[in-house]
């Protein structure tokens, strides 16, 4: 019994087709771009490592893994999050690190607050099975305290918010010195204190 051979495929050719399969897919495959903070890394301060914070000037906010966001040890929505950062930055319960006043302050001077906007400081911790989204929405929420202070301090002193005083310096292509002076007084009173790190 006579065996037939099988005929060779040419496979001269599949490399090329492969190539081409290749740029198709990578012409036609859309890329999901992840979503991150926007954020200005501040300039070193020099300031030193020693620096002592008392317990009250101190926010901590928690993220489990389960997505809770806790504050002193007590589950809160984020809604809750926003209103009591306001409450805990704008309390002007005492001094600041030159002794003075915080006369804009509209806080109700608790003593389980914070003395000053300038000592306020908030700290956020995560779990490392905290997701990304709850992260993230809970960054936005602390800074939307900020901004709303902002804006009503801005309003107060230049009658403008804040977030069109950004905007219209932004428009300046960053060169209106008058505008970046104001934004300086702005944030001078309410600095922006949010740490990823254990504060003690």
Known sequence: ?????????????MADIA???????????TMNVESGILRKIPKKDKISSTLIIHDRNILEVYINSKNKIMVDKNEISL?????????????????????NNCDWCEGE???TLSDHPSKAFISLKTDRNTSYKTY??????????YTHLRNKIAVKLFQQN????????KKSNFK??????????????YPLLLSDDELK
Do not use: C, H, W
């Open 1 to 13: 019994m006579s065996r037939k051979e099988s005929p060779e495929i040419n496979a001269g050719s």
């Open 19 to 29: 190539f081409l399969l290749l740029i198709f897919f990578l012409v036609t495959t």
């Open 79 to 99: 809604e809750n999050l926003t209103e009591l950062a306001i409450d805990f930055i704008d309390n002007g319960g005492g001094l600041d690190q030159n002794k």
């Open 109 to 111: 001077k608790l003593a």
């Open 136 to 145: 993230i929405s809970t960054i936005d929420n602390i800074n939307a305290s």
């Open 162 to 169: 804040y977030s069109s005083l950004l905007d219209d310096f």
């Open 176 to 189: 209106d010195k008058i505008l970046e002076n104001k934004i300086k007084i702005v944030r001078d009173k």
